[in-house]
């Protein structure tokens, strides 16, 4: 075997040793019919936790997020925001709960140059270059992040390193952790900027939610510290200003695809741990859904 033919071989997951426990399943959605055709939100509800969402669901609390199907149980591609977001930024969305190996990912996008096989999937876009933004970038769309966290915060050098994945960059401190009004601040800039946009060019845009984040006892009245109680008063906050955006987004620019989730989960004394960058299930464990909406109505 070549030099080049080893470095191949080593460096290519052994598909064949899980092609057992492949489902074979249809992708729920065809990213052909999406790339190169419609807008893409990813938008990250940065801390959510799971079992919250789906209880705030059940409880018909969070009627725009409820307009577009259940909440999926997925597993974190980290523990805290940063390893979360260079998985999710190289194409490793949060993959279902009950997945038992690599192959079981349901992906929308492949990066072409590594594992897998390097044969792209069914459905999937796959891309070249280090990021999806990248990616898509060569397929003409302009990419927009719109920060929360202080991961986003680019008066840091850490804090610049996510918004220099995109074309264009925004945080200002009103988007800040800290800031009762945070995310009504993101979505009346995001709705502000889309109203001077090239109607010709595709946009990605990535928000960083970041309201549930600590510290979010003020969305619960009354309450003078973080707890359950008050991370679920904050998603029904964010679910309010996620209707303006998306009808604002419809409005403006049409069709889009709409990617959601949490980036991790976090602790509120549960065995004794507090908030996240460890491994405990309730910070493991996050919900994701995709849909779209359209000009017309939300699907």
Known sequence: MSEEGMRSAEQEVPVRLFAGSRTNKKPSVDMAQVVGKKDILFICLDTLRYDVAVEEEEAGRTPVFNQFGKWKKCQAPGNFTYPSHHAMFAGFLPCGFDAKNVTDRELLFFPKAIGLGKKEPEGAFAFSGSTIMEGLEKEGYDTWCVGGVAFFDKRSDLGRV??????????????????????????????RKIADADQEKHIFLYLNVDAIHYPNYFYQEGASGDSLSSHAAALRYVDQEMGRLFEGWRAQRGDAFVICCSDHGTCYGEDECQFHGINHPVVNTIPYKHFFISAGRWE
């Open 162 to 191: 996510f918004p220099g994945y995109f074309k264009k960059s925004f945080w200002h401190p009103s988007f800040g952790c800290p800031v009762k009004d945070s995310t009504k601040n993101q979505v009346d800039f995001i709705l």
